[in-house]
């Protein structure tokens, strides 16, 4: 209990920055146990689109409307599996022409692909992680901002702790106890 | 929780209270997931469905006020060392 009401006493400052370490390991193992829950919710919702055209698809990676880059709420997306017909022909282009990343949702034209530099009408499908992975992903962002409050909660016990100091050894208040 | 000071949360209530949060937010999350897989057992279109889904959207609000509650947690904290350090009110408190 606090006696010396100018600034914090020093021997109450162990207790005081053991508080703030223990709150500080709780918010960091709140963070840990909401990635690891988050990393179990796969294969909770589907996703696809039919024939989304990509422009002009060369050797960099293009994205799909629906991919974590165009649609960050799509966590734990997976299976990213692609139909990929020619624009202007309509004929169906052959897997040996492309790559696709089945994580990140994106399709590059191979080298020396004939179908290089021209539009594509892709249908693709998948899985994510629906809004159970949402709620986690929001739930990290929003205890991601701890920290910052507890450094501020910190920075104001140690100044409590320097005038409670400065109290008691150069008398500027009344007699206080060290 | 019981809150004894009344200027802020005192420092000896912030495990208390922040262990709290961290519990509360896991429920949510976990009814959120009971609320996925309750609806995937529903047909489409149905009023169960549909208030399922309806559900999973409310719930899906709430980590952001999880957020806000947490913030004003460490701001009552930050207030509770301030006013029991240098007696910002009455007689002071504990930290």
């Not at chain 2, 209530?13 to 997931?33: R, Y």
């Not at chain 2, 897989?37 to 169960?48: K, P, S, V």
Request: aromatic fraction near 10%; charged fraction near 10%.
């Amino acid at each position: 209990m606090l006696k010396n009401k100018k600034g914090i006493a020093l021997n109450q400052a162990f207790g005081a920055v053991l508080t703030l370490v223990l709150v500080a390991v709780l918010v960091i193992v709140g963070i840990i146990l909401f990635v690891n829950l988050g990393a179990t919710f796969t294969n909770l919702d589907t996703y696809g689109e039919n024939n989304e055209t990509l422009t002009a698809v060369t050797e960099v990676a293009q994205f799909v409307a629906q991919s974590p880059t165009n649609n960050a709420t799509l966590c734990n997306y997976e299976d990213f599996a692609v139909l990929a017909t020619n624009a202007t022909g309509g004929e169906t282009i052959p897997a040996s022409n492309y790559t696709i990343s089945s994580t990140a949702g994106s399709i590059l034209s191979n080298a020396g692909s004939a179908y290089n530099n021209s539009d594509w009408n892709i249908t693709y499908s998948g899985n994510w992680g629906g809004q159970s992975c949402v709620a986690s992903d929001n739930m990290i962002t929003q205890f991601a901002t701890y920290p910052a409050l507890i450094g501020l909660v910190g920075t104001i016990i140690f100044l409590g702790i320097v005038i409670g100091v400065l109290v008691a050894s150069f008398v500027f208040g009344r007699r206080e106890r060290f | 929780m019981k809150l004894q000071s009344k200027k802020g949360i005192a420092l000896n209530q912030a495990f208390g209270a922040v262990l709290t949060l961290v519990l509360v937010a896991v429920l949510v999350i976990v009814a959120i997931f009971l609320f996925v897989n309750l609806g995937a057992t529903f047909d489409a279109g149905t009023a169960e469905l549909n208030a399922t889904n309806t559900m999973i959207t409310q719930f899906g609000t709430y980590p952001t006020l999880v957020g806000l509650v947490g913030t004003i947690i460490f701001l009552g904290l930050v207030i509770g060392v301030l006013v029991a350090s240098f007696v910002f009110g009455g007689r002071g408190s504990r930290v």
